[in-house]
């Protein structure tokens, strides 16, 4: 995923221009549906992002960008990611945008645990191994 340019109420990914909020997930991009999170509107100044929303939780992470830092993130969303075990990162979106730049792609983890295992069995290895790509460390299982 290629992010060219973000600037206030604008983020371009993979060449196209979105004019809204998005969400992504997979690597599929769609518009945030924050229709049911406008009756905490007046709550905040701002919608906030809350559990309304139906959040993607298949997940180990989740990055959301607050654009300069105005979107507010409900309490609940803060509990209910911790219950699921999920790490939460809100930050700015420039900032967020790094950190999904840093983070391998599911494509990107899988061809390198194919490529381990193929190494594994050309060297004879009995002991199987954990590839964590996201850091770049070889952890025995």
């Not at 999170?37 to 905040?44: G, I, V």
């Not at 992470?61 to 507010?72: C, M, S, Y």
């Not at 594994?120 to 009995?126: E, R, S």
Request: aromatic fraction near 6%; charged fraction near 30%; proline fraction near 5%.
């Amino acid at each position: 995923m290629r992010f060219d340019g973000f600037s206030f109420g604008s983020i371009r990914i993979d060449g196209v221009s979105y004019d809204h909020d998005v969400v992504i997930v997979r690597g599929e991009v769609r518009k945030r549906k924050k229709k049911a999170s406008k009756k905490f509107r007046e709550a905040f100044g701002h919608t906030p992002l809350s559990l309304e929303e139906g959040i993607p939780w298949k997940c180990s992470r989740l990055v959301v960008g607050t654009g300069n830092g105005a979107l507010p993130v409900m309490k609940e969303v803060q509990v209910e990611a911790k219950r699921r075990n999920v790490e939460l990162s809100i930050v700015p979106t420039e900032q967020a945008i790094e950190l999904l730049k840093a983070e391998p792609s599911r494509h990107q983890r899988h061809l390198a645990r194919n490529l381990l295992s193929q190494q594994i069995t050309k060297l004879g290895c009995k002991y199987p191994l954990v590839l964590d790509v996201a850091k770049c460390q070889v952890n025995p299982w």
